[in-house]
């Protein structure tokens, strides 16, 4: 079965700086998910992507997809405090219906 | 919209005792799915559904029971609560499962 694994678990950066989150997979991504957390709260989806090397942006965000589909990154530039939260990637199995996330990665934004 | 409604929000069970959780989505969501959350595991699959009459089993069905009568609701059965069942529960829907899932804001469960 394929397995998300993402790094680092935990991250405290100070406000104003940038961050990378990993997300890497045990088997070739069909469709690479990320969300966002806040505490207390459900999912809320930021981005999706499909094709190797494939870049999406929104607002200081962006996601990448690597060539070979196995490896996802997500970026922050400039963190503000509202970036806190615990964010998640996701990947389907191409067989319609199962949607497996990674453990999630917790971040801290100190004013 | 409404979107995805999940109830209670908070729950307390003693050991054995039973008890649904409830999802409804007004979206007409073909595709929905429960998932429960856990310190440093993620998110993972009990079960999923991918239209009405249609149910399959995630990571970890063990312990849960759904079914799916109508497009709209996608109920999670706890048959006999155990205290390893203690989580966060989401309930997620969407109009296919190839895309962006919208999740209810959750319930915390607690079996004593």
Known sequence: ?111 | NAGVTQTPKFQVLKTGQSMTLQCAQDMNHEYMSWYRQDPGMGLRLIHYSVGAGITDQGEVPNGYNVSRSTTEDFPLRLLSAAPSQTSVYFCASSYSGFEKLFFGSGTQLSVL
Not at chain 1, 12 to 19: P, Y
Not at chain 1, 22 to 38: A, V
Not at chain 1, 82 to 92: E, F, P, T, V
């Open chain 1, 1 to 111: 079965s394929q397995e998300l694994e993402q790094s680092p678990q935990s991250l405290i950066v100070q406000e104003g700086k940038n961050l990378t989150i990993n997300c890497t997979s045990s088997k070739t991504l069909y469709g690479l998910y990320w969300y966002k957390q806040k505490y207390g709260e459900g999912l809320i989806f930021l981005m999706m992507l499909q094709k190797g090397g494939e870049e999406k942006s929104h607002e200081k965000i962006t996601a990448k997809l690597d060539e070979k589909k196995q490896q996802s990154s997500l970026h922050i530039t400039a963190s503000q405090p509202s970036h806190a939260g615990i964010y998640l990637c996701g990947a389907d199995d191409n067989q319609g219906g199962k949607l497996i996330f990674g453990q999630g990665t917790e971040l801290s934004v100190k004013p």
